[in-house]
Structure formats: C-alpha cells, structure tokens
C-alpha cells in the first residue's frame, strides 16, 4: 500500500532506499556517540583497572570526533590491525588521548595539509602511544609548562588549560 501511494507520488525509490540508508548510518553514529559520551561521564565505581585494546580506544574517540575530522578534512593515520592491549582505568586513558587529538585538531584546523598520526609502540611492559600531527608543534619556550593547570597555548577564549593538566 505504501508503494502505492509513492508511485503516485512519482517518487524515486533509489533516492529513497539512499536517504534511508543514511538515516540508518545517522543513526547508528549517534548511538555510538552517546555510548562514547556515557562511558565519559563515568562514576567512580568504573575507575577500575582492565584490559583495554588501543586500538578500541581510539576507535570510541573518533566517534565522538568524526564529524569535527570529516568536516575540516583531516586525514586520520591509525593502524587498525594494531591491537596492542593495555592495562588501565578505561575512562582515564581516554580523557588523555581526546585532549591530545582535540589538541591537533585545534592546531591543523586552519592549515592546507591537516593530518594526525596515532603510533603505538610496545616495549616489555611498556606500552608508547605518541599523537603526531601536521601542526607546528610546541615552541621551545613552553615545554614545561603544557602540564600546568590553567596554562594555555591557544588564543583567548579558544582553551581552558585544564585538558592536560588533568591528563597528567
């Protein structure tokens, strides 16, 4: 009956499958969105230690990142074969990789070739995971003092300098 009444409409129904096929993928990205945002807003009975793969990390971190990383072109570099795993508080380590990615999202956005690298590396016991991006980088002078609560390299009104301070 449906049918019916679109065919009198002169519908297209590729269009139509098409645009509920993005429907479906909206929808699907919001759930995870909410999902990502949900496991951030934890409480402290979730602070426990566990098994986490880096690579489950990141993936929960570009959803809540996509469209920022879609909209400004940004090419995101992560090997998705990489599944080193982790021991940690799950909601910890990602509060520290989201500032380092929004920390070069907001360094690239305004550059011609906008990239981010996450590398991960294993070492015995030791588990390296480094954010690089196609920015400047961090100017001599500021090193030591990225981890102090309140300091920021950004423009006024464009960073809080909490991001890693409460990283740290």
Known sequence: LKKQILKKENIDFKKVEKHLENLDNGITRITKIISSVKSLSSDSEKLKLEKITVFELIEDILTLNQNTIDTNEIQF?????????????????????????NNSIDE???SKTKWISIQCESFENLVRIRCIDSGLG???????????????????????????????
């Open 138 to 168: 961090i100017s001599e002078g500021i090193h030591q003092k990225i981890f102090d609560p309140f300091y920021t390299a950004k423009e006024t009104g464009k960073g809080t300098g909490l991001g890693l301070s409460l990283a740290k």
């Open 108 to 110: 690239i956005v305004g």
């Open 77 to 101: 570099r992560f090997d998705e074969s990489n599944r080193i795993e982790i021991f940690g508080v799950r909601i910890q380590i990602e509060q520290i990789l989201i500032n380092f990615i």
